[in-house]
Nanobody
Framework: QVQLVESGGGLVLAGGSLRLSCVVS????????MGWFRQTPGKAREFAAV????????IYADSVKGRFTISRDNAKNTVSLQMNSLKPEDAAVYYC????????????????WGQGTQVTVSS
């Protein structure tokens, strides 16, 4: 079992950048695929990006492809989401999630979540 703590959210102007981080405590971080999801009030949690256990595979939602980059450092038990060219529609609470072994873009496949970090994009 692992625990996740996100950080790095905040207020940014449209076109700006933010870097979200997720620190993972617990054993065997390298056994987990790590995903980033986001949610706005009244809407379902939406997939943004996922990275495989070794960092050699990534998947992005079409809405963030080319602007967001997911990465991980297994030595430091961290996964990051670099967000560039932010748009007002990127504003949401961003959640880090862990899934044992296999990547997935579906939120219901993940059983371990962080508390979320708020991203606000001002136009």
């Amino acid at each position: 079992q692992v625990q996740l703590v996100e950080s790095g959210g905040g207020l940014v102007l449209a076109g700006g950048s933010l870097r979200l981080s997720c620190v993972v405590s617990g054993r065997n971080f390298g056994d987990y695929a790590m995903g980033w999801f986001r949610q706005t009030p009244g809407k379902a949690r939406e997939f943004a990006a996922v990275i495989g256990r070794n960092g050699d595979s990534t998947i992005y939602a079409d809405s963030v492809k080319g602007r967001f980059t997911i990465s991980r450092d297994n030595a430091k038990n961290t996964v990051s989401l670099q967000m560039n060219s932010l748009k007002p529609e990127d504003a949401a609470v961003y959640y880090c999630a862990a899934r044992w072994l296999i990547t997935s873009t579906r939120s219901y496949d993940y059983n371990t979540w962080g508390q979320g970090t708020q991203v606000t994009v001002s136009s």
